[in-house]
Structures are given as C-alpha cells and as structure tokens.
C-alpha cells in the first residue's frame, strides 16, 4: 500500500508534468479558436479541433484583403461593414433609406428643408452624448473640407449638393437647408453620407487625434495598419448588442493566402470587396466545413477609355469597343456565375437603376472601327490591376476580342494606386477600373463620371462631355416632384449606354466565405451584418 507521503510525491509529479506540457503548447503558437487572450505581436491563431462545447466570448477571427480601418489620415478612420460608426440614415435591403441615428424626420412642402428628429439615450464609445450639438461639429468638420478616403471621399457638396444651413433645433433636432428642392436627399445621406463621430475625435483640422469613438456595436479595441484591427462589443450600444465579444479582423492582401489561412482554420472568414476570388469559393462547394453567402454589390466593374486622345476620343470607337465584348463570358467563366452583366453606368443596388439591354454584335464593332481606322491598327496601353489574380485572364480575352476589331492591347499590370496617377494623365488606352456606391443617390455616379466637370471624368482623362446630360442633372437637381427626378435619371442612363464615358462590364456580387463554425454570417450589400455574427454552438 502506497503510503501518504508517496501519494502526494506521485500527485505532485503529475501536476508538475502537466504544468510542463501546458508550458510548451503556449510556446508552440498564438490565439486558438475558443480562447480569449489576445495574441503576441505578428503572431496568428494556431488552429484547433472544435471542441464539444464553444466558448461565446471566444475571439473570432477575420480576414480582409486591405486595411478596414486605415486610420487617422482617413476621411472614416474605418469602413462602414466594422460597425463602428453609424450614419444618421441607413439602407434595407433594396437600398431605400432607412433610420439609423436619426429615427424619424420630415420634409418641408417646398421641399428645400429636411427636419431631423435623432435617436434618444444614445452614447459614443468615449462616454460623450450623441445629440444635436454631436451633429452639428460633424457637419463643422465636413465643412472644412473634402478628406480623402480609402473608401468614398468626405465631400458635403457631394453628399449635401446646395447645402445651405445647418443648425440645431433642440437637443435632439436637426434642420437643414437647401437652395434647390431636394426630395432624394435621403438617399444622398445613405451610409457614409452621413457618418457620425464623437466631437472629441477631431484636431481643429477635422483630423482624427486617435483612435475614432462612434456610437456602432463594436468598438476599436487596438489598430494596427497593415495587420489587424480588434473590435469589442460595445457594452453601453443603444440598440441589439453585437452577438461576439471581440472580432480580429486581419489583413492578408493576397487571395491565395486567405484562402489557405481560411481552410486551415487559422481565420473563419473573409469580409469586404474581393474577399475571395470565384475560383477559389467554388472549390469550397460540397465541404461542409465552409458555406457561401452572396448578394447583390454596390460594386461594377468597367473599362475607362481615354477619350483625351486618339482613337478613343471618337464615340464610334468606344461604341466599338462596347459592342466587340463578351461579357457574359466573362461573368460565366472567369468569376463562375458571380456577376451580371450590364452597359449601364449605374450600379443595380439603387432603386433607381434602369435596366437596359445588353448589346454585343461583332459585325457592327468591326463596322463603326473600319469608320475610324480605315485598314490601320492601333496599339493601345491596357492596364490592369495586378494583385487581382482574375484581372490577367480578363484582360487576356478582352485584348483577344478588340484585336478583332483592329486594336492591339499591351497588357501593362500595376497597383492600383499607381494605375490611378497614370490615368490622370491621360497616357493610356484602356484601364480596368471599378466603383462602388458611396450612398443610393444616382446623381453622385453621374456627376463624377457625366458632368464636365466631374472628378473622374477629370481624373480618368475621359473627355467626356454632353449637354444634354449637364441639362437633365440641373433639370433633376431644380425639381420637387420625384417622378420628375426618375425620368431624368432614366434618361442619363440611357445616354450612359449609347455615348459610353465608360465601357460597364458587369455588376459585381459581394461573395464571402466562412467556417460553419460560425452563425449569423450574412451576405448585405456592403459587407455582412457582423454583429449577427458568434460562434455557432
């Protein structure tokens, strides 16, 4: 028989043995799924099994191809799909505005004043109140001027086009005033239209001091650039509280590596714009580790033709262009089905889009270039964003079609960024390029693309210019009947498709994939309802 001392000698082995291996394993990597303790510098989550039962605080771990939260030289410091800020008005699901910080409001009969009634008991993340006096030091803020953005510029006359006053009512009322009548400056107001931040947020410049304090579901725990950014539940949200206590979202630039880090369970899923390439989410189909959620995109994807020069500058070319594509070739496959295509200018997601015909005929292309090139060739610089593996093959079958049609394409990848200066100057042929909807307001797309004055009809070196299209906008931008609106807006997309300030491609499809680990893991159309997203028990 074993004696007392021994017993507690052979227990005391044990538990020091125990203690050894435990040692090791937290030696061996970071964060496993189901623990809560963040993780060391550049370290990622080791994966593990599933265990029996989940721990619903346990950290959840994302993964996004770019910088969700930027920073303090953003416009946003973060993007909306983190839900840190809130707007005063949001979207449903058709992209109708919807309240978010401001619960109710009303028009005047002229249609020149909007009259705001904000959300009571609400709080910012740095303890401050959300109240009139909140909502008024951001349109202060906008008012000093456009910031630039990884996501939509910071622009008030964009988003509050004749923009008069701004004041407060009371407490919780805010009234503002327009020169025009403005019937559809709800939808101008949509998402990051009317984004809302702490006051204490803001230097004098209107720049971020830190970290951003908004009044979302999740707060901004740590940001790193470049590697993650943590969110926490905010614990005081006025509404539905976020269903996860804490979300990593990391940040893995490289498709083929968030794929990788996706089946080994090192991430549980990816989030925003490109989140996975159509190739690699349908190899997932039929493992029922992983499932699929997709919707429509405020994303479309198009060509930009520099109509500064030659040939380019002659409709009949880009009308050549436009008619030698295959388009649904493209969608069906190079992206698997994951797309639609289109040759209007206005994205799907608005209630206001019209849709048009798509029209392909290789003969006429061929006739409407023979107008303009006689018997010549022309060589023409096609660029194209590198880091988007789809891109080259994309840019591969194109060039095959409009050597058809007597344009030979130099196919030039480059960052985006970079592609972005070279289009300013106009030393280019074709360049493949996108755009989302900063809000579900038409006349955004159309003044930056169709007016002559727009941003990207200047930036891109489109040369684009139509006075009817000038005259319809300031014709819809004058008139308080919405039926009114709708016809020039229909219209604009009508001449969108004939004159081509640029060739459409197709209308993208936000397309995630997640671990069945998971719940709540919903495709929106920006981005996935990530409150609703926890541990799948």
């Avoid at 040692?23 to 265990?51: F, K, R, W």
């Avoid at 990593?248 to 899923?269: C, M, N, Q, Y």
């Avoid at 394409?409 to 493949?432: F, H, N, S, W």
Wanted: glycine share 8%.
């Amino acid at each position: 028989m074993m004696k007392p001392t021994q017993r507690r000698s052979r227990l005391l082995a044990l538990l020091l043995a125990l203690a050894l291996c435990l040692g090791l394993m937290g030696c061996a990597g970071g964060n496993a799924p189901g623990s809560s303790t963040p993780a060391p510098e550049n370290s990622s989550p080791v994966p593990q099994e599933p265990a029996d039962t989940v721990d619903p605080n346990a950290e959840i771990v994302l993964a996004g191809y770019r910088n969700l939260a930027p920073g303090e030289k953003d416009g946003y410091y973060c993007s909306k799909i983190l839900y840190v800020w809130e707007p005063l008005v949001t979207q449903d699901g058709s992209a109708a505005p919807v309240p978010c910080l401001a619960e109710s409001w009303e028009m005047s009969e002229d249609g020149t004043r909007w009259t705001f009634h904000l959300r009571r008991g609400v709080k910012f993340h740095d303890g401050g109140d959300f109240n009139a006096d909140a909502v008024i030091a951001n349109f202060d803020r906008m008012k000093l001027g456009v910031k630039s953005s990884s996501f939509y510029p910071l622009d008030i006359d964009a988003h509050y086009p004749n923009l008069t006053a701004y004041e407060k009512v009371d407490e919780n009322t805010v009234r503002l005033t327009f020169s025009q009548p403005a019937p559809t400056q709800l939808y101008n107001m949509v998402n990051f239209g009317s984004a809302i931040y702490s006051p204490a947020c803001f230097d004098e410049a209107g720049d971020f001091k830190g970290i951003c304090a908004g009044t979302g579901p999740f707060c901004i725990a740590e940001n790193k650039l470049d590697e993650y950014v943590l969110l926490e539940r905010f614990e005081e949200y006025w509404g539905e509280p976020a269903k996860a206590k804490t979300i990593r979202v990391r940040v893995i630039p490289d498709a083929d590596t968030r794929f990788s880090a996706l089946k080994s369970g090192e991430i549980l899923g990816v989030i925003d714009l490109n989140a996975i390439p159509a190739a690699l989410a349908v190899e997932l189909t039929g493992d029922e580790r992983f499932a699929l959620t997709t919707t429509k995109s405020t994303m479309i994807r198009f060509l930009t033709l520099s109509g500064t020069q030659a040939p380019f500058n002659d409709l009949r070319m880009r009308q050549a262009v436009s008619l030698a594509l295959r388009r649904s070739e493209i969608t069906d496959g190079l992206y698997y089905g994951f797309g639609t295509p289109t040759t209007n200018i206005l994205n799907y997601a608005t209630p206001f889009y019209k849709d048009i015909p798509v029209e392909e005929d290789l003969a006429k292309a061929k006739a409407l270039a023979g107008e303009v090139l006689g018997d010549r060739r022309v060589t023409v610089t096609y660029l194209y964003n590198g880091a988007e593996a789809a891109q080259k093959g994309e840019a591969e079958l194109i060039a095959s079609w409009l050597g058809e049609i007597g344009i030979d394409c130099r196919l030039t990848p480059l960052e985006y960024a970079v592609m972005r200066e070279q289009l300013k100057t106009g030393d280019y042929g074709i360049a493949r390029m996108q755009q989302g909807l900063s809000n579900s307001e038409p006349s955004t797309i159309f003044r930056r693309f169709m007016l002559t004055g727009g941003d990207h009809n200047k930036n891109y070196s489109l040369g684009y210019r139509s006075d009817e299209v000038d005259a319809l906008m300031e014709r819809a931008s004058s008139a308080l009947d919405m039926e009114v609106r709708r016809e020039c807006y229909d219209r604009i997309q009508e001449i969108s498709a004939q004159e081509l300030p640029v060739v459409p491609l197709f209308n993208d499809v936000t397309l995630m994939a997640y671990s069945t680990r998971l719940t709540g893991y919903e495709a929106k159309l920006y981005g996935i309802e990530l409150p609703l997203v926890a541990w799948a028990q």
